[in-house]
């Protein structure tokens, strides 16, 4: 869909998830985060906070902006909870690109997809830095879309011989296997439980949108990897707070995180911690300028969803469709 800019008469491509496969390659995916974190460590980009707004019983909004220099674009992505919507979804996400040469919009996306997309692929650039070269066996926390994406990217990036996954519904849902792609079935397995999938793993991922921990810290051990995404609810964690202060602890952006991720709040309120002890974040690991893990302690990694993604992702989108329509002969301007 085109729509007209009425400042210069240029058009604006608008996309619905319909009109396009959020699905992109992986590895595409994955170039563009990491020019994205490569360009925010150089100071070629910039990611201001998110920002929140909230009415009560009508919308919960945040927004992620952030300014991609080498690209040339600017923009954000807007993210709202509307509790009162009957006729869709609650959650929705739109991100809006816009040019840093002209000023001038160039894509309006419907983002949700994509949101999952680049959650996914933020953990997997974690796991690439952080995760053990002979890793072979992968946990996943939670059975959802955001846990199936993370398995595709998790692959994307490293062989696993075994993945257990756990989800307190997953017995009770029999289609999990064929929501997986058909490459990773073989080396797919329920775990019986959360402590079974965690005790046997190097590499764990949570892709719940639990309130509180879906794991115990006296489970893990000295070099295992712990990713978590949870959800934006105030305080939401996944991971005990109690056990940050005895990891080495990662995250996507310490400008941001540790003020807004549920458990490093919790931790710093209740157990002593300072987000001046997070070892690295994925800016420095990405830029090779970060420091490794210390082979002492549990890893544990925490991705907030960051503007330079959704735009890097959204901007993917953009180049795909432009040139599908260059293939054919077209044109959106």
Same mark, same amino acid.
Not at 173 to 195: G, N, Y
Not at 291 to 296: A, C, F, K, V
């Given at each position: 869909?085109?729509?007209?800019?009425?400042?210069? =008469?240029?058009?604006?491509?608008?996309?619905?998830?319909?009109?396009?496969?959020?699905?992109?390659?992986?590895?595409?995916?994955?170039?563009?985060?990491?020019? &994205?974190?490569?360009?925010?460590?150089? =100071?070629?980009?910039?990611?201001?906070?998110?920002?929140?707004?909230?009415? #009560?019983?009508?919308?919960?909004?945040?927004?992620?902006?952030?300014?991609?220099?080498? $690209?040339?674009?600017?923009?954000?992505?807007?993210?709202?909870?509307?509790?009162? +919507?009957?006729?869709?979804? $609650?959650?929705?996400?739109?991100?809006?690109?816009?040019?840093?040469?002209?000023?001038?919009?160039?894509?309006?996306?419907?983002?949700?997809?994509? *949101?999952?997309?680049?959650?996914?692929?933020?953990?997997?650039?974690?796991?690439?830095?952080?995760?053990? +070269?002979?890793?072979?066996?992968?946990?996943?926390?939670?059975?959802?879309?955001?846990?199936?994406?993370?398995?595709?990217?998790?692959?994307?990036?490293?062989?696993?011989?075994?993945?257990?996954?756990?989800?307190?519904?997953?017995?009770?849902?029999?289609?999990?296997?064929?929501?997986?792609?058909?490459?990773?079935?073989?080396?797919?397995?329920?775990?019986?439980?959360?402590?079974?999938?965690?005790?046997?793993?190097?590499?764990?991922?949570?892709?719940?949108?639990?309130?509180? #921990?879906?794991?115990?810290? +006296?489970?893990? $051990?000295?070099?295992?990897?712990?990713?978590?995404?949870?959800?934006?609810?105030?305080?939401?964690?996944?991971?005990?707070?109690?056990?940050?202060?005895?990891?080495?602890?990662?995250?996507?952006?310490?400008? *941001?995180?540790?003020?807004? &991720?549920?458990?490093?709040?919790?931790?710093?309120?209740?157990?002593?911690?300072?987000?001046?002890?997070?070892?690295?974040?994925?800016?420095?690991?990405?830029?090779?300028?970060?420091?490794?893990?210390?082979?002492?302690?549990?890893?544990?990694?925490?991705?907030?969803?960051?503007?330079?993604?959704?735009?890097?992702?959204?901007?993917?989108?953009?180049?795909?469709?432009?040139?599908?329509?260059?293939?054919?002969? =077209?044109?959106?301007?």
């Amino acid at each position: 869909m085109l729509n007209s800019s009425p400042a210069s =008469g240029n058009a604006t491509l608008i996309l619905r998830q319909a009109d396009f496969n959020a699905l992109l390659p992986e590895q595409d995916v994955l170039q563009a985060l990491r020019a &994205a974190f490569q360009s925010l460590y150089a =100071g070629t980009s910039v990611q201001p906070p998110q920002a929140t707004g909230f009415i #009560p019983d009508r919308v919960d909004m945040i927004w992620y902006p952030a300014i991609l220099g080498d $690209q040339e674009i600017f923009g954000a992505k807007l993210s709202p909870w509307l509790p009162r +919507r009957k006729d869709g979804p $609650q959650v929705t996400a739109w991100t809006i690109l816009c040019s840093l040469l002209t000023g001038e919009p160039v894509l309006l996306c419907d983002s949700k997809a994509l *949101t999952t997309e680049r959650t996914a692929a933020t953990t997997a650039l974690a796991i690439e830095k952080l995760a053990p +070269r002979s890793a072979q066996r992968l946990a996943l926390i939670g059975a959802g879309p955001v846990g199936i994406a993370h398995l595709r990217y998790a692959w994307a990036i490293h062989p696993w011989s075994e993945i257990r996954v756990y989800s307190r519904t997953l017995y009770a849902d029999d289609s999990f296997m064929q929501r997986i792609p058909a490459h990773l079935r073989q080396h797919a397995t329920v775990a019986a439980s959360a402590e079974s999938a965690v005790k046997n793993s190097e590499v764990v991922l949570l892709c719940t949108s639990s309130l509180v #921990p879906v794991i115990d810290s +006296r489970w893990l $051990q000295a070099g295992q990897l712990v990713t978590s995404v949870t959800t934006h609810a105030t305080h939401a964690h996944e991971f005990p707070p109690a056990a940050i202060p005895d990891c080495d602890v990662y995250c996507d952006y310490r400008a *941001t995180s540790p003020a807004i &991720a549920g458990e490093m709040v919790l931790a710093a309120a209740q157990h002593g911690w300072r987000g001046d002890a997070i070892r690295s974040d994925l800016p420095e690991l990405i830029s090779g300028k970060g420091l490794q893990p210390s082979g002492n302690a549990p890893i544990f990694f925490r991705s907030m969803g960051l503007g330079i993604e959704d735009l890097a992702i959204a901007n993917l989108v953009l180049r795909a469709h432009q040139g599908k329509l260059d293939a054919q002969g =077209g044109s959106w301007k």
